[in-house]
C-alpha cells in the first residue's frame, strides 16, 4: 500500500539557476541602459495611446460623427481619425508581442494617417482656429510614433552593428587571431 507507482519516464522539468529579470510582454529588450530605456518607453507609449488613441482616438470621431450640424458630421475627416486611432492601437498590441520593426511600420502609416486628418480639418474649419478644440486631439500621437521608432532603434541598432562587424571580420580576418 505505501507503493509509489511511477506513471511516466519522463523528469520533471528542472529551474534554471538564472533568475530572470522583469520585462515587458517580451524578452527582446535590448540590452543594458538601453532595455530599462525601452521599458520606460514603452509604458509611456502605453499610457499615450490609451489616452489618445483609444479614449480620445474613439470617443472625439464619434462626438463629432453624432453632431446636429450635417456638414460637420457627414465629413469623412472623423472616419480618418477612427482608422487612424485603430492602427495606432494595433501598433501598439504589435510592438508588445517584440515586432519592433513592424509596429513602426504601422505606425508610420498612422501618422501619414494623422497629417491627413490634419490637412482634412483644416479644409472643413477654415475660419476656426483648430489648435482649440477637439479636432487638435490627434496630433500627439505623432509623438507615439517618435517614441517607436526610438525603441525600435534601441532594440535593433545594437544587433545590426554586431552583424555588420561580423561581416567585416570574415571578409577581412585579423592576421592576429588564432582561430584558424
Not at 499615450?48 to 474613439?58: E, K, R, S
Not at 544587433?159 to 562587424?165: F, G, P, Q, Y
Request: charged share 20%; aromatic share 10%.
Amino acid at each position: 500500500m505505501g507503493k509509489k507507482i511511477k506513471l511516466s519516464n519522463k523528469k520533471a522539468p528542472e529551474k534554471s539557476a538564472e533568475k530572470e529579470g522583469f520585462f515587458f510582454f517580451v524578452r527582446d529588450q535590448g540590452t543594458g541602459a538601453a532595455r530599462v530605456a525601452v521599458i520606460i518607453l514603452k509604458v509611456l507609449e502605453l499610457i499615450m495611446t490609451t489616452i489618445f488613441g483609444l479614449c480620445l482616438g474613439i470617443f472625439g470621431p464619434l462626438a463629432i460623427r453624432a453632431m446636429d450640424d450635417p456638414e460637420i458630421s457627414g465629413d469623412p475627416s472623423s472616419i480618418y481619425w477612427l482608422i487612424t486611432s485603430a492602427l495606432y492601437i494595433i501598433g501598439l498590441f504589435i510592438l508588445m508581442m517584440g515586432h519592433s520593426k513592424t509596429a513602426t511600420a504601422v505606425h508610420v502609416i498612422a501618422s501619414v494617417g494623422t497629417f491627413v486628418t490634419y490637412s482634412a480639418y483644416q479644409q472643413m474649419f477654415r475660419d476656426v482656429d483648430t489648435t482649440k478644440g477637439p479636432t487638435a486631439l490627434y496630433m500627439p500621437c505623432l509623438f507615439i510614433t517618435v517614441m517607436t521608432i526610438v525603441i525600435m532603434l534601441l532594440i535593433n541598432l545594437p544587433k545590426w552593428i554586431d552583424k555588420r562587424v561580423q561581416k567585416a571580420n570574415e571578409q577581412a580576418p585579423s592576421i592576429l587571431d588564432d582561430k584558424r
